[in-house]
């Protein structure tokens, strides 16, 4: 399983910085997306990370306000969000899959391995 944290609760312009990692296998081996649910909406992608080349992509809705990351020496993913707004509230989630390349790693699907989520509520 993956542990993902960093959620919380932040005003409209603020930033957080989600973290995702696992005791279980290297990071650095697999490619890592982000998924969120927003209650009583489907979990949609975010952003992903691929495995070795770290090319990173994103979703249209958060495109220049996110970036994506690995630290490989902490074996950690990481998702800075900037300039959130009340719609980014929603359940964020990490998923590893060692075998999903760049133009899949939005199907949710294809992931393996799943962390429990963190929740990040974008509010004045």
């Known amino acids: 399983q993956l542990q993902a944290s960093g959620g919380g609760l932040v005003q409209p312009g603020g930033s957080l910085r989600l973290s995702c990692t696992t005791p279980r296998f290297t990071m650095e081996r697999y490619t890592i997306s982000w998924f969120r649910q927003a209650p009583g909406k489907e979990r949609d992608w975010v952003s992903c990370?691929?495995?070795?080349?770290?090319?990173?992509y994103y979703t249209d809705s958060v495109k220049g306000r996110a970036t994506i990351s690995r630290d490989n020496a902490k074996d950690t993913v990481y998702l800075q969000m900037n300039s959130l707004k009340p719609e980014d509230t929603a359940v964020y989630y990490c998923?590893?899959?060692?075998?999903?390349?760049?133009?899949?790693?939005?199907?949710?699907?294809?992931?393996?391995?799943w962390g429990q989520g963190t929740q990040v509520t974008v509010s004045s």
């Open positions: 998923a590893a899959d060692a075998y999903v390349n760049g133009p899949l790693c939005g199907r949710k699907d294809l992931f393996e391995s």
């Open positions: 990370i691929v495995s070795y080349i770290n090319s990173a």
